[in-house]
């Protein structure tokens, strides 16, 4: 099993910044893909961004240019740095790993982006 604990949630100002962050614990050997998947009420969970363990990203359009993801792989870590925030990135966001197949979810944690 692997557990998964985020932090760096808050409430933040329009046009403020966030750095969320994810470490990884328990049975790890290597994980294809770390990323942020966000949920906002009412809405489907979708993916913010996933780096692979190749190097390759991914992000979703409505955050190219604003987000920068970034992984740590001797500590298990992945980071998410959140820029020009709009109150439309509010949203529960969750850290997500995957590892041979099986993929792992963090807690979640809150992002509020109001005035």
């Known amino acids: 099993q692997v557990q998964l604990v985020e932090s760096g949630g808050g409430l933040v100002q329009p046009g403020g910044s966030l750095r969320l962050f994810c470490r990884a614990s328990g049975s790890i050997f290597s994980f294809s893909a770390m990323g942020w998947f966000r949920q906002a009420p009412g809405k489907e969970r979708e993916l913010v961004a996933r780096i692979f363990s190749g190097g390759n990203i991914n992000y979703a359009d409505s955050v190219k240019g604003r987000f920068i993801i970034s992984r740590d792989n001797a500590r298990n870590t992945v980071s998410l740095q959140m820029n020009s925030l709009r109150p439309e990135d509010t949203a529960v966001y969750y850290c997500?790993?995957?590892?041979?197949?099986?993929?792992?979810w963090g807690q979640g944690t809150q992002v509020t982006v109001s005035s």
């Open positions: 997500n790993v995957a590892q041979w197949g099986t993929s792992y």
